[in-house]
């Protein structure tokens, strides 16, 4: 498997990620995004966990004891390869609030996001995603920094030696359903 592409998360959440914990992931784009914001301009991507801007205010209270300090800095260590199942533009804030028990982020974290740049609406991503045996380690590049959601990996492809998924297809499934019964008007 290889991968030249990765997806920019707090670090928190890709470790929720990554152990299966979680599966779903509420976008909305960094600052230096297109006016349009976030789009799902990949389907398989690596985690790139950062440690920028993570706020313990926005995480829910379960999740803040995960927050640490960056443990190798001037170096990206990717855990995992995420592969989009769903991808929903969510454009109710009621709706998008729903999702609150499915994802990490407190409900304020969601609707301030919902709010960004005055253009109300998410996107929620349901992930499967496959821990690396060995986590990919590559040197932080100037290219990789600032607050972008997608990150070309030097355009070189990483061969990547894949753990089992996080958790099992029947698991994502029923997760699935969940998000879509949640979803529905």
């Not at 779903?24 to 950062?50: A, D, N, S």
């Not at 454009?91 to 740049?117: G, M, N, V």
């Not at 990150?151 to 994502?172: F, K, T, Y």
Request: proline letters at 8%; a negative charge; hydrophobic letters at 40%.
């Amino acid at each position: 498997m290889s991968s030249s592409i990765a997806l920019k998360e707090w670090d928190t959440q890709c470790r929720l990620l990554t152990v299966g914990q979680l599966s779903l992931l509420i976008r909305k784009g960094g600052i230096m995004e297109t006016h349009e914001g976030f789009t799902v301009e990949h389907r398989r991507f690596l985690l790139y966990p950062t440690f920028l801007h993570q706020n313990p205010q926005e995480l829910q209270p379960a999740y803040r004891a995960l927050l640490r300090e960056d443990p190798t800095p001037g170096q990206i260590r990717f855990p995992a390869l995420a592969e989009v199942v769903a991808v929903h533009k969510v454009e109710s804030l009621d709706t998008a609030l729903k999702l609150e028990p499915l994802q990490a982020l407190t409900a304020d974290a969601i609707e301030r996001r919902f709010q960004y740049r005055g253009r109300p609406w998410v996107h929620a991503l349901l992930l499967r995603v496959r821990p690396l045996v060995t986590p990919l380690v590559l040197p932080e590049t100037p290219g990789m920094l600032g607050c972008v959601s997608w990150v070309p990996l030097n355009g070189v492809e990483h061969d990547l030696q894949l753990d089992g998924p996080a958790v099992s297809e029947a698991e994502l499934a029923a997760r699935q359903q969940h998000l879509e019964e949640l979803l529905s008007p």
